[in-house]
């Protein structure tokens, strides 16, 4: 088993995949550690939509004016959505689960990349939520923070730049 400053040091996002679809253990892995994410009082507003479904990806990868056009190559996604009525921290509950999903997907040796959803615009300057939302028939009461591409690795990347981290360390922490 890794440590998990390893996994952290490996993690990169990826956005080509390979052409193989994931298995159910794999996306049944990467649920249960989102589930299993530290929440506010532990109320869990957070829930999820797996889409596999080629057509939807491919609608998804427009949800964005940039930065979302490679999901129509990804095998996988996972939509994280929270409802605010459940909890006021919907925002950071439902971000420590994609940040579960992302680094579950590293420790499985799969590539992922988080698509940011919440405040951005597609080309049109329609809302990315309210088209996501349209795409997948998702209830009213659900926002969408974000979803994650996930596969198999396209191709491998370098672990991060322990120097470069080092470095921002002088800049980045202050100890008192």
């Not at 040091?9 to 990826?14: A, D, G, L, T, W």
């Not at 159910?24 to 530290?38: C, F, G, T, Y």
């Not at 998804?60 to 996604?77: E, I, N, R, T, Y």
């Not at 925002?91 to 997907?105: P, V």
Request: hydrophobic share 40%; glycine share 6%.
């Amino acid at each position: 088993m890794e440590h998990f400053s390893e996994l952290a040091e490996k993690r990169r996002s990826h956005r080509k995949f390979a052409d193989e679809r994931l298995t159910e253990e794999q996306i049944q892995s990467l649920l249960d550690v989102a589930l299993m994410a530290p929440t506010s009082k532990g109320l869990h507003s957070y829930s999820f939509c797996v889409v596999e479904n080629p057509e939807k990806l491919t609608a998804l990868s427009q949800c964005k004016d940039m930065g979302s056009q490679f999901v129509s190559g990804a095998p996988c996604a996972i939509v994280v959505m929270a409802d605010p009525e459940i909890s006021d921290v919907w925002i950071e509950d439902s971000s420590t689960a994609a940040m579960s999903i992302l680094y579950q997907s590293e420790a499985l040796g799969l590539g992922a990349c988080w698509v940011q959803v919440r405040n951005r615009k597609d080309s049109e300057g329609r809302d990315s939520e309210a088209v996501v939302r349209g795409i997948l028939s998702l209830p009213e009461n659900l926002r969408v923070v974000c979803f994650l591409a996930i596969g198999h690795k396209g191709m491998e990347r370098k672990g991060q730049n322990m120097e470069k981290i080092s470095a921002l360390k002088a800049d980045k922490v202050i100890r008192m």
